[in-house]
């Protein structure tokens, strides 16, 4: 079950919709609707049964027996997202309740399906720019309701509505995870111990949604569509923590060098202190708020963690993973001498959170980069 709070208690990117036809299977991109101004980031494995126009899809799925219905009307039609929700789930009788929220400053619905023989959720969103409305719909068979719960919320929590979507929790997630109370950690830095803003809700929100993303990816094993699945783990992720750590960053970077390397070789002697930590009986990943605030994790709690402060440095940074190796590293954008990752034309410096080495140093037997792929978090244009 996903841990919900606020939930009803009742239980590369292109123009995909233009050009994909019936029975296409969606690739590892995100994929982006510039007419409408939204994109989604779908669990891998949906596949286009059918649509009309630019309005109106339906995907099914290669793994799981879910479908996913996307629609989108004009922003007059409707005076508020409740109403068109409830227009929506009407054609289903669905007999769940309709809740409104705020999501990116603008309006949004969310409502529980509960129709004959099957069961699932609804979102509403308004679209920037007062483009119109774009709802979502994702229902399986009523018996497997619980079992394809993971896959459901994860489909909706995939969709971003403008540019900056990409740097905040999903609409589900934020309607599960309202923020509550500030509290704060510590940073040492700059020969000082500096104060670093959170929210109560930010360790126990991000590890839902590794929980939730690590239950997803095992269903992808052993089947081609692994290695897009684990790359959509991260990318979720690192999503869902970006504005969780986003002052913490901002205060970090205050006592830290100006260039690059600087900052590279800063974080990385820092996240070389952190306490080694695992969890091999859950998702054995630690999620991101609690490891900057604790200083523990594994290497790919570190690594990630590493790209994200340096991403939101201005520093480009990607994580490498290697299944073999059983390892992951942060590889970043910087000058500096030593093993580097070719990736999309630029050449990262390798960076290894768990051994107290340089920037660009790694143990000889792990140096093949061909034992290595890249996770990149770049965000697709949108309005």
């Given amino acids: 079950m996903i841990t919900k709070k606020n939930l009803p208690v009742l239980c590369c990117a292109v123009l995909f919709f233009l050009l994909l036809g019936p029975r296409a299977a969606l690739s590892a991109e995100i994929l982006v609707s ?11 494995g949906y596949v286009l049964e059918e649509k009309s126009g630019a309005e109106r899809y339906r995907f099914s799925h290669e793994l799981f027996p879910v479908t996913l219905q996307i629609a989108l009307y004009e922003r007059a039609q409707f005076p508020g997202a409740v109403q068109m929700l409830k227009h929506v789930t009407s054609q289903y009788s669905s007999e769940g309740p309709e809740a409104p929220f705020t999501w990116r400053f603008r309006e949004a619905a969310i409502a529980q399906l509960k129709f004959s023989g099957g069961a699932g959720w609804a979102l509403c969103l308004e679209l920037a720019g007062e483009r119109g409305w774009l709802v979502l719909a994702v229902h399986t068979a009523e018996d497997k309701a619980l079992d394809m719960e993971a896959v459901m919320i994860s489909t909706l929590d995939s969709v971003a509505t403008d540019h900056s979507s990409w740097r905040e929790p999903g609409p589900m997630t934020s309607f599960a995870w309202f923020p509550e109370k500030e509290t704060a950690g510590t940073v040492a830095c700059g020969g000082r111990t500096r104060m670093v803003p959170f929210n109560s809700v930010d360790q126990d929100a991000n590890q839902a949604i590794v929980n939730r993303e690590f239950s997803l990816l095992t269903a992808y094993l052993n089947t081609p569509l692994v290695y897009p699945a684990w790359n959509r783990y991260y990318r979720m992720i690192y999503r869902d923590a970006w504005k969780r750590i986003e002052r913490a960053a901002f ?4 006592c830290l060098p100006d260039t690059a390397e600087g900052k590279t070789a800063a974080i990385l002697s820092w996240t070389q202190e952190f306490t080694y930590e695992r969890d091999r009986d859950g998702a054995d990943f630690m999620n991101i708020p609690q490891a900057f605030m604790t200083r523990t994790g594994d290497c790919d709690s570190r690594a990630l963690l590493m790209v994200l402060l340096l991403k939101q440095m201005g520093v480009d940074a990607i994580l490498l993973v290697s299944p073999e190796f059983s390892h992951a590293l942060a590889a970043v954008d910087c000058p500096g ?12 410096l390798i960076a290894d959170t768990t051994a107290k080495v340089a920037p660009g140093r790694i143990a000889s037997d792990m140096a093949d ?3 290595w792929f890249a996770v990149s978090f770049h965000d697709p244009a949108l309005p």
Avoid: C, I, N
Wanted: aromatic letters at 16%; hydrophobic letters at 25%; zero cysteines.
């Fill in 251 to 254: 205060v970090m970077e205050s």
């Fill in 337 to 348: 001498t030593g093993a580097r990752f070719s990736y999309e034309g630029k050449d990262y």
């Fill in 34 to 44: 510039d007419q409408w101004g939204y994109a989604v980031d779908l669990p891998e």
């Fill in 369 to 371: 980069p061909d034992k």
